[in-house]
């Protein structure tokens, strides 16, 4: 693995919750030795962060503003889109039930499915991006497990296969830079609701004319009585809100500040 690679892993890990959190609870017993009140103060303020951040109602708060940054897209058939670019998530390692083959996570089949209808309503030839480290023990890059999904499992033909970059930064340059060669400027971009606000920005800095297909809208669904107790699912939702409201304040100060 790059030393890139691993420095963007320890800052996320630090920055990010529960890790940030019980950091800062560690603070309070720390500072409780020579100041009790405002130990108290900053490890009760840490605990209570915890504790919303793992309902579902508490990750809304960032959620829902993110989504609101992009809309779904209300016709595939009038976007004068030249292609369907579909970016990465996570993948599982060594399926057993795909006789060990690398296959895509479920937040990236959730992707690969929208692509899929796309693709059947348009007929558009379909991109896959998302590469990995392969000394990891991947044996073949995101991009490529991804485009079996969509021929096996969803019928979609995939034409070009884009499986070096490491973020969203690179899925933009080096998808760019395929889809060019290919006369293509104007594409679909198919990802997450809360992760396109900042997919938009990277593609849109490269040049191509991004034509915005979101899924996995998670903040616009009806609340219950669950919502407020602490969850795995809220958890995973404010860690995901968070790391995409801190990459589109980075991105916006590296390349638009």
Excluded at 55 to 78: H, K, M, Q, Y
Excluded at 105 to 133: C, F, W
Excluded at 180 to 197: E, F, K, W
Aim: net charge positive.
């Amino acid at each position: 693995m790059s030393a890139d690679l691993i420095a963007s892993g320890i800052v996320r890990t630090l920055i990010l919750p529960p890790f940030s959190l019980f950091l800062l609870m560690a603070a309070g017993w720390i500072l409780h030795r020579w100041w009790p009140r405002l130990g108290r103060l900053v490890s009760g303020t840490a605990l209570a962060l915890l504790f919303i951040s793992c309902t579902v109602i508490g990750a809304g708060f960032l959620v829902r503003p993110l989504e609101n940054l992009t809309t779904p897209l209300v016709s595939s058939t009038d976007t004068r889109a030249q292609a369907i670019v579909v970016l990465a998530a996570g993948r599982l390692q060594q399926a057993a039930e795909y006789g060990g083959k690398d296959i895509p996570d479920y937040v990236a089949l959730a992707r690969l499915r929208y692509a899929a209808k796309l693709q059947h309503e348009t007929g558009l030839p379909i991109l896959v991006s998302g590469g990995d480290d392969l000394s990891r023990g991947a044996r073949i890059s995101k991009a490529d497990a991804m485009a079996s999904a969509l021929r096996e499992d969803f019928v979609a033909p995939v034409k070009w296969i884009e499986g070096s970059s490491r973020n969203t930064a690179e899925n933009a340059l080096f998808s760019a830079r395929i889809l060019q060669q290919d006369g293509v400027s104007r594409i679909l971009l198919v990802t997450d609701a809360m992760h396109m606000p900042r997919a938009r920005m990277a593609f849109a800095k490269t040049g191509l004319d991004v034509v915005a297909a979101p899924t996995m809208f998670l903040g616009a669904r009806s609340t219950n009585p669950l919502d407020f107790l602490p969850s795995s699912e809220g958890l995973r939702r404010t860690y995901y809100a968070i790391h995409e409201w801190a990459g589109i304040f980075w991105y916006w100060a590296r390349y638009d500040g």
